[in-house]
């Protein structure tokens, strides 16, 4: 009968950074530089491995969908948290809220896709290269990447859907720097223990999968690269997929901290910290990881350079 006495919000106040006053304008040319460069690196790679034909295999083609991606989680975050840092009331409508959280969501899990069918890639060109282009055809090439985006769609599209079932009355303050699902989970005055369990039960079962096709593709790999008879060959492959399993267990492993846990949403606490990592930080190294350290992408760019 009590919560009958709260009136129903549709505008909420994004509190960000505000424990942190005397460090609002460091942050902001902090993440001002970061979005910057995250910006001109990802739509850089998409805009590279557009113009330059010999960059049209399936695995710069997966790159530059992942970057493309990454350009589409930024976009959606960074632009209102810098905006929030000299705003006097920091609103934000539901709606907004929904259509955020939604490019969000389809970021997130297109890039989960992406990831598994790069690891699938590379899987095939190191495991088994003579039969790269039967195994890796353009054909499958399309069909992964309409998958992930189709997958990437559904799956934000059956949570905002939730979402709209809910009515907010608790507070209309989210402790966030975004608006994330389970903050706003919080502040219903609806029980939103559905929206939690199927949330836990997609979220858990993309990651699962996507884990799985990584992880099995890399042990397979590991196991080529181990018998190897070339030195610099085994090292080359070694330093490229070290790098590229870094960059995904950072991904993965803030993406199940977040989503992927029982009772997550009580756990406030521990989102900003984490949320930093999976929409601020893998968009900015992932540019740095998967072309910048690729001698075809950087050749390809001096050569570019030159004809400018």
């Known amino acids: 009968m009590a919560e009958n006495n709260?009136?129903?919000?549709?505008?909420f106040i994004l509190v960000g950074f505000s424990d942190h006053p005397n460090l609002k304008t460091?942050?902001?040319?902090?993440?001002?530089?970061?979005?910057?460069?995250?910006?001109?690196g990802n739509l850089g790679l998409v805009a590279l491995i557009y113009v330059e034909r010999r960059l049209h295999t399936p695995m710069y083609i997966f790159l530059g969908n992942l970057a493309l991606m990454d350009s589409c989680c930024s976009c959606a975050i960074t632009p209102k948290m810098l905006e929030n840092f000299f705003s006097v009331d920091r609103k934000i409508s539901l709606y907004e809220c929904m259509v955020q959280f939604y490019f969000l969501c389809l970021a997130e899990t297109t890039d989960c896709f992406l990831l598994a069918a790069m690891a699938y890639d590379r899987y095939v060109a190191i495991c088994n290269p003579l039969q790269y282009h039967t195994m890796m055809s353009?054909?499958?090439c399309l069909q992964m990447t309409t998958g992930a985006y189709i997958a990437g769609n559904l799956h934000p599209m059956i949570e905002v859907g939730l979402l709209l079932?809910?009515?907010?009355?608790?507070?209309?303050?989210?402790?966030?720097?975004?608006?994330?699902?389970?903050?706003l989970y919080r502040?219903?005055?609806?029980?939103?223990?559905?929206?939690?369990?199927?949330?836990?039960?997609l979220a858990g079962s993309i990651q699962i999968f996507t884990i799985t096709i990584v992880?099995?593709?890399?042990?397979?790999?590991?196991?080529?690269?181990?018998?190897?008879?070339?030195?610099?060959?085994?090292?080359?492959?070694?330093?490229?997929?070290?790098?590229?399993?870094?960059?995904?267990?950072i991904f993965y492993g803030s993406l199940l901290f977040m989503y992927a846990q029982p009772h997550s949403v009580n756990e406030g606490d521990k989102d900003i910290?984490?949320?930093?990592?999976?929409?601020?930080?893998?968009?900015?190294?992932?540019?740095?990881i998967y072309s910048l350290r690729n001698k075809e992408v950087i050749n390809v760019m001096k050569r570019t350079m030159k004809k400018r």
């Open 273 to 288: 910290p984490v949320a930093i990592f999976y929409t601020l930080v893998i968009p900015l190294l992932n540019p740095f």
């Open 138 to 140: 353009k054909k499958l």
């Open 215 to 249: 992880l099995v593709s890399y042990i397979y790999i590991l196991f080529t690269i181990f018998t190897m008879k070339s030195n610099e060959g085994r090292g080359k492959a070694l330093s490229t997929c070290a790098s590229h399993f870094l960059s995904v267990s």
């Open 165 to 183: 079932r809910l009515t907010f009355c608790r507070s209309n303050v989210i402790k966030h720097f975004f608006c994330d699902v389970l903050p």
């Open 26 to 40: 460091p942050l902001f040319l902090v993440f001002s530089a970061i979005y910057l460069i995250t910006m001109v």
């Open 6 to 11: 709260y009136s129903v919000t549709n505008e």
């Open 187 to 201: 502040i219903s005055c609806i029980d939103p223990h559905i929206n939690e369990l199927i949330l836990f039960i």
